[in-house]
């Protein structure tokens, strides 16, 4: 809880990490159990700095699709430090998060997607280029909306081209 996380930040005057929230943030990303969400939730949302970093550090260093959406659904409220760190992480370890991240570019949600196209330009992850490119042209399909391509010859009926669950199709 809130208390766990603010009595590991003693007063460190060098500008280093305190050893005790070091070692939360270490054990935090290794647990595979996903108790610590409400941990992580926490420290995301902490007054502190050093806190709020070190959980976003965990939650990238996590192998846990759960702690990934928990991180990208508060992009928009980090400050431009914490966008850094979270930039900085994601760098350091792409993989980790790149299906959460791909899956919510593709998303209906409108801000989980701009978050996470944020984490994706903010970070250069250029692997990821390719699913934003994919998102743009689904947005252009869709804001064509009920414009048919054509007419059917046999049916007389509009002719439609859509984004089904399988892809495209008409």
């Known amino acids: 809880d809130k208390a766990k996380w603010d009595d590991l930040e003693d007063s ?3 500008g280093a990490m305190p050893y005790g ?7 935090v990303a290794k647990v595979r159990n996903r108790a610590v969400l ?4 926490v420290g995301l949302h902490s007054a502190s700095m050093d806190v709020r970093a070190a959980a976003i550090r965990a939650s990238i260093r996590r192998h846990d699709r759960e702690s990934h959406t928990q991180l990208f659904r508060i992009v928009h ?25 791909k899956a ?3 998303s ?24 934003l490119v994919k998102a743009l042209e689904l947005l252009r399909q869709s804001a064509k ?16 081209f859509r984004q089904g669950r399988f ?4």
Do not use: W
């Open 12 to 14: 460190s005057t060098d």
């Open 108 to 131: 209906t949600d409108a801000q989980l997607c701009g978050n996470a196209c944020e984490v994706v330009l903010q970070s250069r992850d250029y692997g990821l280029f390719p699913t």
């Open 167 to 170: 892809g495209l199709y008409v």
């Open 77 to 101: 409220k980090l400050t431009d430090a914490d966008r850094i760190v979270l930039s900085e992480a994601h760098r350091a370890m792409p993989h980790h998060a790149a299906p959460v991240l």
């Open 38 to 41: 409400p941990v992580l939730a």
């Open 21 to 27: 929230l070091q070692k939360t943030e270490q054990a």
């Open 104 to 106: 919510a570019i593709l």
């Open 145 to 160: 909306g009920e414009e048919p391509l054509g007419i059917c010859s046999d049916t007389h009926k509009p002719v439609y």
